[in-house]
């Protein structure tokens, strides 16, 4: 039997990174789990958290690590600047990656966002399609990206206009069907167990999964699983895809 992998997260108090710890916390295929922090706190189930200064992540040692999962982000009007903003979602996801790369991960799970593009001209998606590039290029022989759509779930403290949005969400999602659907809004749990499905199911290459494609994986892994315990197979939404891409 295969020995029980560890884990490492970067953005665990985040609204994916938290649920993304809670599945951790009661997944034995994981033996430990370690959450990167700035400062002390209460640590979720089965998870220790290990305190760092990101601006210092090139020069830290972590702990030994199979697979590293970041859900490190902000937004320009919470990080203040384009700068603050580059400095998260760019700067300190790849100080992060090279520093679990020197722990050892072979694995390397990132939550990017929808419209990702080193050429976009919106700065959001460019800085995001630009620290993806940055993140595959570094070698790891698994690179699992997935690019959410809007993201619904309880946060300690709503953003602006995230209040009014949700509300919004709940009335038109059902009205999202055909090229529309994968625009529609996505829990945050769902995003976390396609993180976890990747770093179990991902080819050695860099692996991308849209919003359709992460919630067709989560119901593919359900199936799977009832399957294995000799239930009745859910059923998948034909509409959805069902498998990675690979990324250009």
Do not use: W
């Not at 580059?86 to 990132?110: E, H, I, P, T």
């Not at 069907?177 to 050695?204: C, D, K, N, S, W």
């Amino acid at each position: 039997m295969q020995s029980a992998r560890n884990a490492l997260v970067a953005g665990g108090t985040g609204l994916v990174g938290g649920e993304l710890l809670t599945l951790l916390g009661e997944e034995n295929r994981y033996g430990h789990i370690t959450s990167l922090v700035r400062r002390e706190m209460v640590a979720a189930a089965r998870v220790e958290n290990h305190v760092v200064s990101f601006d210092d992540l090139d020069r830290s040692e972590l702990p030994e690590v199979d697979d590293a999962y970041c859900c490190l982000g902000t937004t320009r009007r919470v990080a203040g600047s384009d700068e603050a903003f580059r400095k998260v979602d760019f700067d300190y996801v790849l100080a992060f990656a090279r520093a679990a790369q020197r722990a050892g991960a072979v694995r390397f799970l990132l939550v990017s966002a929808m419209g990702a593009n080193t050429h976009s001209r919106i700065f959001y998606t460019r800085v995001k399609g630009e620290v993806e590039a940055a993140v595959s290029a570094l070698g790891f022989p698994v690179v699992g990206i997935v690019r959410p759509s809007f993201l619904v779930g309880h946060r300690a403290k709503a953003r602006r206009g995230e209040v009014a949005a949700l509300v919004v969400s709940h009335v038109v999602t059902p009205l999202m069907v055909g090229p529309l659907r994968r625009f529609r809004p996505i829990e945050a749990r769902v995003v976390a167990t396609g993180l976890i499905h990747l770093a179990f199911t991902a080819q050695e290459r860099v692996n991308v999964l849209s919003s359709e494609a992460i919630e067709a994986a989560v119901i593919e892994g359900i199936r799977a699983q009832t399957t294995r315990a000799g239930g009745e197979p859910a059923r998948r939404d034909s509409s959805q895809p069902s498998n990675c891409k690979q990324s250009n």
